[in-house]
């Protein structure tokens, strides 16, 4: 079955640093990628996606990009702030109706000012 | 722009009880999901309805029961409440966009707790 496992938490970082949240996947066929955000007391949004190899999803400066051949979708931000502070997901569906979204444990991310 | 409305948001009930939990997608889209967040856990696929019929099936425990009416909102139902089932309860809704792909739009969540 499809699996997604994520690089575990909590991760604690200064303002203005680099991050890295690493995701990797187990799928069958060819999956959609996905990363969630969630906020304190929130719902999950939809932070980035990418939908084939070699893919790169962007959004709000966080980037990650479809590797098919190492089966990674690491998230990446060249400068984190303190409003990043949330919970972010991984997660993939796979194509041909099957969209239901299989999530990696969640990466709790902090920033300190 | 119009989001997934969920209600409650906020349910507390006692063991054995029942609880329904409804959600409303956001307009003009035909596929209704249901996850159970556990405290600390990652969401997990319950179940989903495309144009109001049942179209996949994930871990849902057999008290509880699932339908999508005629309006598109989605109904869950859960019955013989038990402590294990305190948790967020998130519906998303889907369409297929311009590229045939779907993304899923959440709502905020229902919290669940039985004590």
């Known amino acids: 079955g499809n699996s997604v496992t994520q690089m575990e938490g909590p991760v604690t970082l200064s303002e203005e640093a680099f991050l890295t949240i690493n995701c990797t996947y187990t799928?069958?066929?060819?999956?959609?990628l996905f990363w969630y955000v969630q906020y304190p007391g929130e719902g999950l949004q939809l932070l980035l996606k990418?939908?084939?190899?070699?893919d790169k999803g962007s959004n709000k400066g966080f980037e990650a990009t479809y590797r098919k051949e190492t089966t990674s979708f690491h998230l990446e931000k060249g400068s984190v702030q303190v409003s990043d502070s949330a919970v972010y997901f991984c997660?993939?569906?796979?194509?041909?109706?099957?969209?239901?979204?299989?999530f990696g444990t969640g990466t709790r991310l902090t920033i300190i000012p | 722009a119009a989001g997934v409305i969920q209600s409650p948001r906020h349910l507390i009930k006692e063991k054995r009880e029942t609880a329904t939990l409804k959600c409303y997608p956001i307009?003009?889209?035909?596929?209704v999901y249901w996850y159970q967040q556990g405290p600390g856990q990652d969401p997990q696929f319950l179940i989903s309805?495309?144009?109001?019929?049942?179209?996949d099936k994930g871990s849902i425990p057999d008290r509880f029961s699932a339908q999508q009416f005629s309006d598109y909102h989605s109904e869950l139902n859960m019955s013989s409440l038990e402590l294990g089932d305190s948790a967020l309860y998130f519906c998303?809704?889907?369409?297929?966009?311009?590229?045939?792909?779907?993304?899923?739009?959440f709502g905020p969540g229902t919290r669940l707790t039985v004590t």
């Open positions: 990418a939908t084939k190899a070699d």
């Open positions: 997660a993939l569906s796979e194509d041909f109706g099957n969209e239901k979204l299989t």
């Open positions: 309805f495309y144009e109001k019929m049942q179209s």
């Open positions: 998303a809704s889907s369409h297929m966009n311009s590229e045939g792909a779907r993304e899923q739009y």
């Open positions: 799928a069958t066929g060819y999956p959609s």
């Open positions: 307009p003009r889209h035909d596929t």
